[in-house]
């Protein structure tokens, strides 16, 4: 009875043994074809839809005010160029009534950005240069956008309000802009931190949108180097 036992116990390990080596892959693969297949008669009854791409898809806002300004005016680097130092006085950040709140719309496709601000408190008349820059909060980032190529920022801001369309074309000219050494650095965003190359597409600019490192930033005659207003993007959740 013993050895019949054993023998018994013998058997039932080959055959467990032979279950576990050959037939359970087997079984497996079967069941995964049959899931992948499944898989595949479902999404052949999913509807696309192509045009769809030109709608909104990612929405970002941004309330800019002075006290994310990262600097006074008056510790503007002395080696800045003229272009850069403020011609008026300068109003500390903290005096500083202007604020404003700034959306930026991204289409599903990521073929133009659509960009809307309403600022107060600034004198429109002393507006000299409003730009989208790539940068962490406190960083003076290059410039993934200036305005100024999209037509008359003055007249666009005429009643406090600013609305532009920006494409790939207005992201490859800012970056193309420059016409000496300092624009080689402070104009157009780097695809890639220390590497060469920089973001020619909404694609590259959403990019940075989704890392949270784009602002806007608002120059006036009295706050030129650093700006009058900033606002960080960030994403709209709902």
Do not use: W
């Amino acid at each position: 009875m013993r050895i019949k036992s054993i023998f018994t116990t013998l058997i039932s390990l080959v055959i467990f043994t032979f279950f576990i080596v050959f037939a359970l892959p087997i079984i497996n693969a079967f069941a995964q074809d049959k899931d992948q297949a499944v898989a595949l008669s479902q999404s052949s009854n999913i509807k696309l839809d192509p045009s769809k791409g030109k709608e909104i898809g990612f929405v970002y806002d941004a309330f800019l005010s002075p006290y994310q300004e990262p600097g006074e005016e008056e510790n503007t680097p002395k080696v800045a160029p003229p272009s850069l130092k403020s011609t008026a006085p300068s109003v500390p950040r903290n005096q500083r009534k202007s604020h404003g709140h700034g959306i930026v719309r991204f289409t599903k496709d990521l073929s133009k950005a659509f960009v809307d601000v309403q600022v107060e408190g600034v004198n429109l008349k002393d507006i000299v240069m409003f730009h989208i820059h790539c940068g962490k909060p406190d960083v003076l980032g290059p410039i993934q956008v200036d305005f100024a190529l999209t037509g008359d920022i003055q007249k666009n801001f005429a009643d406090g309000n600013f609305s532009a369309e920006v494409t790939d074309e207005i992201i490859e000219k800012t970056a193309n802009s420059a016409n000496d050494l300092l624009g080689v650095y402070t104009l157009g965003c780097p695809i890639e931190s220390g590497k060469p190359g920089k973001v020619k597409t909404i694609a590259g600019m959403a990019h940075y949108g989704r890392r949270r490192e784009l602002y806007f930033n608002l120059h006036t005659k009295g706050q030129t180097f650093y700006g009058d207003i900033r606002g960080q993007l960030h994403p709209v959740e709902n």
